[in-house]
């Protein structure tokens, strides 16, 4: 029998089976458009298949978690209308880059407006208006979650039971079992019934899934005091410590400080419930309900000077543009927080839902305006790195060739096909390996091939003096680690044979390696030879003396053989 948490919605018996047949049968429906295995593994899948797939899982998933008998044709209005709004963002954001790749900043921006739309929506069917009372709104949004969490759970419960079962046939010389969850096909179909059944029973049954969410709250509630503290004890300790310490950390500040603030964020929230009837009794809870909602403007404000710095340091680049959105948002919630206590202090939970309510639908509106393709964050990025390359901020060591060919979009690449054609000679050949590379991982190695080439004659001492360095073997040099970091020696000691001396990892650890030149011309690294632990010194690669020596070693020999190192 079924347990509704609302009066107002009826039962509906068939819905898990009706779930599981619409997820099912979209889990085949995207196979069938993702499998593609040598496409997916070489990146070249077509942005039509990913914005297909894309439209068919959004569709699916937005409609089961959302439908109910009440109203249904808005449900399913809702899921289509973001299937096709979420598919155009992903088409566009597969084809803007020069491999196809959905997962990029705007298709994620249009997953997350998805995702605040939800319960926006299924407030909106519930009153059958447009209003959104807090109450109803915050409900469906824990809800969403608790539910979505629990499903994706329950598939893998399921697969597990599946395997075992697998496993208890194929026992007995039955295989059927075993070889459909091997087949593509049958393991999403599967993933889908399962995910349509979770959801459909779970719904039906969420008055559990209230109590459920409650007793996520009181447990999220539990930690805000601890969180609380912390970030209090942090916020004061700054005046003291200064903030040069944020800054010179491996861990970068701005997520840092965002990822506190949403947490805040969170925790407050679970404080203060749905209403007045709801939120926490506990005076502890409640203050430190507000030492949070207090803390994110702060929070926000040290995001945006690390941000800030680093936009003034290297210029702006897409992933600093939409982390100025976060923080830009942060601090929008840190305001809302501050003008709530300003106005009601120890009941700011009141106005405080009202603004938020507002912020979810600024969030979400937001969100999608972002993921269309309205502003060219890789187009202002480019302009941003050329005007700094310009004027001799980036040097072509320095400069994000990469980034150009393969994360600024088209705009990117037209400024590196505008240096490659009329740019100076160095920078030149960089931009065109840049361009001719096969893939954005690939590319930082082959440029900086191309610039330790460029860099070789500055950077590589040869002996004896007046040896020739045979062209191969500088590209061989060149296509290797060494003469990068420092200067390096290119000891010349046959015909078809050469050692490197040189740092090739750090700038104070000399590494030596022999190499041999091949039948074809070509030249290769053959060994690294061993070096000399108690020999501390660092010596100036480009000014030190240089001598190639015969020494005399002790060694094992056995049946006329070398055995092991030389021991002295």
């Known amino acids: 029998m079924a347990m509704r948490h609302d009066a107002g919605t009826s039962d509906w018996p068939l819905r898990p089976w009706i779930m599981a047949a619409v997820c099912a049968a979209a889990g085949l429906l995207f196979h069938t458009l993702m499998d593609r295995p040598g496409l997916i593994t070489s990146g070249q899948m077509p942005a039509w298949r990913q914005s297909g797939a894309t439209f068919v899982g959004i569709a699916a998933i937005s409609f089961v978690l959302t439908v109910e008998q009440r109203r249904w044709l808005w449900s399913l209005a809702f899921a289509l209308a973001w299937g096709v709004v979420i598919a155009l963002v992903g088409y566009f954001t597969a084809s803007y880059n020069h491999f196809p790749s959905i997962f990029e900043f705007p298709f994620l921006s249009g997953l997350f407006a998805v995702l605040l739309a939800a319960p926006l929506f299924q407030t909106a069917r519930d009153e059958g208006a447009w209003r959104f009372p807090y109450a109803r709104l915050h409900g469906h949004a824990w809800t969403d979650a608790v539910i979505g969490a629990a499903a994706l759970g329950f598939i893998g419960i399921t697969f597990l039971l599946a395997w075992l079962i697998a496993g208890l046939f194929d026992l007995i010389g039955i295989s059927l079992v075993k070889d459909l969850l091997n087949k593509g096909w049958f393991g999403w179909m599967l993933a889908g019934f399962a995910f349509g059944a979770a959801v459909g029973l779970l719904r039906e049954r969420d008055a559990l899934v209230a109590t459920l969410q409650r007793l996520v709250m009181v447990v999220l509630g539990v930690l805000a005091p601890v969180l609380a503290a912390a970030l209090v004890l942090f916020?004061?300790?700054?005046?003291?410590?200064?903030?040069?310490?944020?800054?010179?950390?491996?861990?970068?500040?701005?997520?840092?400080?965002?990822?506190?603030?949403?947490?805040?964020?969170?925790?407050?929230?679970?404080?203060?419930?749905?209403?007045?009837?709801?939120?926490?009794?506990?005076?502890?809870?409640?203050?430190?309900?507000?030492?949070?909602?207090?803390?994110?403007?702060?929070?926000?404000?040290?995001?945006?000077?690390?941000?800030?710095?680093?936009?003034?340091?290297?210029?702006?680049?897409?992933?600093?543009?939409?982390?100025?959105?976060?923080?830009?948002?942060?601090?929008?919630?840190?305001?809302?927080?501050?003008?709530?206590?300003?106005?009601?202090?120890?009941?700011?939970?009141?106005?405080?839902?009202?603004?938020?309510?507002?912020?979810?639908?600024?969030?979400?509106?937001?969100?999608?305006?972002?993921?269309?393709?309205?502003?060219?964050?890789?187009?202002?990025?480019?302009?941003?790195?050329?005007?700094?390359?310009?004027?001799?901020?980036?040097?072509?060591?320095?400069?994000?060739w990469k980034a150009m060919a393969f994360?600024?979009?088209?705009?990117?690449?037209?400024?590196?096909?505008?240096?490659?054609?009329?740019?100076?000679?160095?920078?030149?050949?960089?931009?065109?390996?840049?361009?001719?590379?096969?893939?954005?991982?690939?590319?930082?190695?082959?440029?900086?091939?191309?610039?330790?080439?460029?860099?070789?004659?500055?950077?590589?001492?040869?002996?004896?003096?007046?040896?020739?360095?045979?062209?191969?073997?500088?590209?061989?040099?060149?296509?290797?680690?060494?003469?990068?970091?420092?200067?390096?020696?290119?000891?010349?000691?046959?015909?078809?044979?050469?050692?490197?001396?040189?740092?090739?990892?750090?700038?104070?650890?000399?590494?030596?390696?022999?190499?041999?030149?091949?039948?074809?011309?070509?030249?290769?690294?053959?060994?690294?030879?061993?070096?000399?632990?108690?020999?501390?010194?660092?010596?100036?690669?480009?000014?030190?003396?240089?001598?190639?020596?015969?020494?005399?070693?002790?060694?094992?020999?056995?049946?006329?053989?070398?055995?092991?190192?030389?021991?002295?």
């Not at 340091?313 to 300003?342: I, S």
């Not at 405080?352 to 309205?374: E, V």
């Not at 010194?537 to 053989?561: C, M, N, W």
């Open 235 to 400: 916020l004061i300790s700054l005046p003291f410590t200064g903030l040069s310490g944020l800054w010179e950390s491996r861990v970068p500040a701005t997520p840092l400080m965002l990822l506190a603030a949403a947490g805040a964020v969170l925790l407050a929230n679970a404080v203060i419930g749905n209403g007045a009837d709801d939120r926490a009794t506990s005076r502890v809870l409640r203050l430190s309900a507000m030492a949070l909602v207090l803390a994110v403007l702060p929070l926000a404000i040290i995001a945006a000077l690390s941000i800030g710095q680093r936009i003034g340091q290297y210029g702006w680049t897409p992933e600093r543009m939409w982390g100025v959105v976060a923080v830009l948002v942060a601090l929008a919630y840190g305001a809302a927080g501050w003008w709530a206590v300003a106005k009601e202090r120890h009941g700011f939970d009141e106005p405080l839902r009202s603004i938020q309510t507002k912020l979810a639908l600024g969030l979400c509106g937001l969100a999608l305006f972002l993921a269309l393709p309205i502003l060219d964050f890789g187009a202002i990025s480019a302009a941003s790195q050329m005007t700094r390359f310009n004027v001799g901020k980036t040097p072509p060591k320095d400069f994000d």
């Open 407 to 568: 994360d600024f979009g088209p705009a990117g690449r037209k400024r590196l096909a505008e240096i490659a054609r009329s740019g100076p000679p160095d920078q030149r050949k960089l931009a065109a390996t840049a361009l001719a590379a096969d893939n954005r991982y690939g590319v930082e190695a082959e440029v900086a091939a191309a610039q330790s080439a460029v860099n070789l004659g500055t950077m590589m001492r040869v002996y004896p003096d007046g040896a020739v360095v045979p062209e191969a073997l500088r590209q061989a040099i060149a296509q290797s680690r060494h003469c990068r970091i420092g200067r390096c020696v290119v000891i010349v000691v046959a015909a078809d044979k050469a050692l490197v001396t040189g740092p090739i990892f750090k700038a104070d650890e000399i590494v030596t390696q022999a190499m041999v030149r091949a039948s074809n011309g070509s030249w290769a690294f053959a060994d690294r030879l061993p070096g000399t632990p108690q020999d501390v010194s660092h010596p100036d690669l480009g000014t030190a003396p240089v001598e190639l020596r015969s020494v005399k070693r002790r060694q094992i020999y056995i049946d006329g053989k070398p055995i092991g190192e030389p021991f002295e």
